[in-house]
C-alpha cells in the first residue's frame, strides 16, 4: 500500500477545519489542522519542515502567500472564489444593511473584480487596503469615521479587531469545492514531487555508476555534483566539496586544468596530478533561465586500455587493418608521391579507387589509409570480389535473411557491409563484379543502406569505400562491362599505385627488407652493385608478390658464395631466361599520354626511379644539364604538390 500523504492545514475559521475533515475521508492522506495565520502560520509551518511533520501545505488568502515564501514546503492555495465574495455581500446586506466596507489585504491573492459585484447586486461599497497590522487598525478606523457600521473581511484576525470598534463583522468563507480542489491539488503536487525525487534518484545512481569522472556547478561556481568516479580519479572527497566553490579549494591550482573558467571545450587533453586526462566541459542553461557546467573526464591509460581491447576484438575476427605507410617500404621519388597524396585522401571520408598492377601493395594503401583515418578505431573489412562466385558474393556483401536460400544459416547473417558498419570496406579487383551487383553496389553507395538476400527491410550502413582493380575501369566502362555511374561513384579519388619496374630504386631496399623478415636472410649490409644492376634489368611482371618469392626461395637455398651471391645471381638469371627478357636492351619506361607538363613529370619520376640518388645519372641519360635537370625536378615536385 502506498505511503499516505501528510497535508498540514492552516485553518482560517472552525468551519473550514470541519470541511477538510469531511474531505479527507476521500484521499489517501493524514491532516495536521492547526487554526493560525499570517505570522503564527509562519511559524508553525517552519517547525513542521524542522521536524519533518508535513509533506505539503494548503492555506488561504495571506496566511498562503507568507507560508510560500518563509519556508521550503510545497503550498496548495484555497481560492477565494467570486461565488464566495457574492455570497458573504449578500448576506451582509441582509443582516445589517448598508453602508458596507470591505477589507482587503494589499497583495491581493484572489482576483475580486468590485465593480462587477456592485452591479450585480446593487449593492454600495467601500473598500479598504491594508499592508499590516498597524495598517488594518488605521483603515478600520478610517471606516467607523465614515459611517460604516459593517466589515466584511476574508482573515479571522481581522474580524476580531473590527468587533473592538463596535461594527457587524463578516467573514468570507470558502465553498466545499474550493477546499476539495486545493487537496487535491496538494495530493498532486506530491505526487509530481515524488516522481522527480525517484528520477533524480535513478539519475543520480546511473551517473554515480559511470565510469567517467563527473563534477557539475551551479552559476556560481560551487559544486553540487560530484559521483565516485571523480573523487577516485581526482583524489577529492565529495563530502568536502559538495556546496563549496570550486575557486576556494586548497588545490584549484590543480583543478585549474580541469575547469579552466568553465569555457566549453570537447576532447582536451590536460595533465591534473602528473596524470593524462580527456576532458569535455559543458555549459548548459536550465529551465529555469539559470545556467551550470558540467566536467566529464576520464584517464587516457583507461581509454587506451579500451582501445586495445576494440582493436583486440577486430583483431579475434579478422576486422582489422594491419599496416600502417610506415610499413610501406621504398625512398623512390613516385612511392613518396603516392604515399604523400594516400595521406592526404585519409584525412577525408570519400571513396577511394586504388589502381596498379596485380602484387603492387593496393591493399597495403588501402589498410594504411584506413588506419590513418578518423575510422581507424572501426573495422577493416577485405573482399576478392574475383574470389567468389556471383551468387556466393552476394551474400557475403549484403547478408542473407534465415531461409533466404537452401542452406542458409539459422538466424539469417549479416554482411561484409553490415560488419565494416563505422570503418572501412576494402573492394579489391571490383572490375570483375557482375552487372547485377553493380547495381546493387551504386545503391549502397547513393542510400547508404543495404538489404539482405531474403529480406524486405533495409538497414543503414554508415561505411568508406576503398576499391582496387589491376584494369584499365575507363575502358571496361566503354566495353560497357561496368557501370558508367558507378564508376564515377568509385573514383572520386584515385590512386596509382606505380609497378617496381618504375620505382626501379626501391628494388634492393624492398629486397633487403623481405629477406630481413626471414629468420636467416646470410646477407649484411647492401648488395652488391652487379647484383642490384641485375635485379633492376629485370621488369617484375608480378612486381612486389614476385620479389618476395624470390626472397622467400633464395632463403630456402641458402648462399653458396657469400662474397660473390652466385646463388643469388644465379636465380635471377633463371628468372630471366624464365620470361624471356633481353636485359641487352637499354631501361625501358611507359608513360601515359597528357599534357606536355605531365608527360614531363612522368618521364622525370620514372627515370629517377632509374637512377636513385644519381642526379648525374639522371642528367646524362635525359642528355641535359644538372642544372636544368634541378630546375625541371623542382618544376615536377611543385605540380605534384
Known sequence: MAKKIRIGVFAPYREFSGLVKKIGRDFNAEFVIEHLILGDAVKAARKWLREEAVDVVVARGPTAQMVEKAVDLPVSVVDITNF?????????????????????????????????????????????????????????????????????????????????????????????????????????????????????????????????????????????????????????????????????????????????????????????????????????????????????????????????????????????????????????????????????????????????????????????????????????????????PENLL?????????????????????????????????????????????????????????MRVGGNRVIPVDVRIIASSNRNLSEAVKKATFREDLFYRLNVLSLYVPPLRERAGDIQVLFLHLLKRKEDSGIQGHLPKQVVEKLKSYPWPGNIRELENLAERYCAIGEDDPQGFTTLQSLISRLIDNNHVDVSKKPQITVDVGTIDEIETRIIGQVAGLYPGSREGMAKKLGISRTTLWRRLKTANQGRN
Not at 499592508?131 to 471606516?143: F, R, S, V
Not at 568536502?240 to 579549494?249: C, D, F
Not at 560488419?419 to 553493380?438: K, N, R, T
Open 394 to 450: 552476394e551474400s557475403e556483401l549484403f547478408g542473407y535473411e534465415e531461409g533466404a536460400f537452401t542452406g542458409a544459416r539459422r538466424g539469417g547473417k549479416p554482411g561484409l557491409f553490415e560488419l565494416a558498419h563505422g570503418g572501412s570496406i576494402f573492394m579489391d579487383e571490383i572490375s570483375e563484379l557482375c552487372p547485377q551487383l553493380q547495381a546493387r553496389l551504386l545503391r549502397v553507395i547513393q542510400q547508404k543502406e543495404v
Open 84 to 388: 464566495d465574495v457574492m455570497n458573504t455581500l449578500h448576506q451582509a446586506r441582509a443582516l445589517y444593511g448598508a453602508p458596507i466596507g470591505f477589507l482587503v489585504h494589499r497583495s491581493n491573492p484572489f482576483k475580486l473584480n468590485f465593480d462587477t459585484y456592485k452591479e450585480m447586486l446593487n449593492i454600495d461599497f467601500n473598500i479598504y487596503n491594508y499592508k499590516n497590522g498597524t495598517d488594518l487598525l488605521e483603515q478600520i478606523d478610517l471606516a467607523c469615521v465614515q459611517g460604516i457600521r459593517t466589515m466584511i473581511a476574508t482573515g479571522s484576525c481581522i474580524v476580531e479587531k473590527a468587533r473592538d470598534w463596535d461594527v457587524n463583522p463578516i467573514f468570507v468563507h470558502s465553498n466545499e469545492e474550493s477546499i476539495r480542489g486545493a487537496v487535491a491539488r496538494a495530493v498532486q503536487m506530491m505526487d509530481i514531487k515524488q516522481e522527480n525525487r525517484a528520477f533524480a534518484d535513478r539519475l543520480s545512481t546511473i551517473l554515480k555508476s559511470i565510469h567517467d569522472g563527473m563534477l557539475a556547478l551551479d552559476e556560481g561556481g560551487a559544486i553540487f555534483f560530484c559521483n565516485p568516479m571523480a573523487e577516485q580519479l581526482l583524489g577529492l572527497r565529495r563530502e568536502e566539496i559538495l556546496g563549496q566553490n570550486i575557486k576556494n579549494l586548497q588545490n584549484f591550482s590543480e583543478l585549474m586544468a580541469i575547469y579552466d573558467n568553465g569555457t566549453r571545450v570537447t576532447g582536451e587533453i590536460v595533465l591534473y596530478a602528473g596524470k593524462e586526462f580527456l576532458v569535455n566541459r559543458m555549459p548548459i542553461k536550465t529551465s529555469g533561465g539559470g545556467r551550470c557546467l558540467v566536467i566529464n573526464f576520464q584517464g587516457i591509460s583507461k581509454i587506451r586500455k579500451m582501445e586495445e581491447s576494440i582493436r583486440q576484438k577486430l583483431h579475434d575476427k579478422g576486422l582489422l587493418a594491419k599496416y600502417h605507410f610506415t610499413d610501406i617500404v621504398g625512398r623512390s621519388p613516385a612511392l613518396i608521391d603516392v604515399i604523400t597524396q594516400a595521406r592526404k585522401y585519409a584525412k577525408t571520408m570519400s571513396t577511394v579507387m586504388i589502381t596498379g598492377e596485380s602484387g603492387t601493395g593496393k591493399e597495403l594503401f588501402a589498410q594504411s589509409i584506413h588506419n590513418e583515418s578518423s575510422r581507424c578505431t572501426g573495422p577493416f573489412v577485405a573482399v576478392n570480389c574475383a574470389a567468389l
